[in-house]
């Protein structure tokens, strides 16, 4: 999974003031999978990816060339 992802996450979370625990339960994840994911120690499948763009109001899009 792309830094960029991880880094977009940790920056929408600091600055929503969203915990990680709140972001895991709106994922349907554990608290700890949050951590790994946000420390690259692993990545999260891509629905709860999804689900954790849309809980933080985050949204991909394509670079241009």
Same mark, same amino acid.
């Given at each position: 999974m792309p830094t960029d992802f991880r880094k977009a996450? /940790? %920056?929408a979370m600091q600055t929503k003031g969203i915990t990680q625990k709140t972001? *895991? %339960?709106a994922v349907g994840t554990y608290q700890s999978h949050?951590? *790994?994911y946000l420390n690259? %120690?692993?990545g999260l499948p891509h629905d709860k990816l999804e689900k954790a763009f849309d809980a933080l109001g985050l949204e991909? /899009?394509?670079k241009q060339p």
């Open positions: 996450v /940790k %920056e972001l *895991a %339960e949050i951590s *790994a690259g %120690e692993r991909v /899009k394509q």
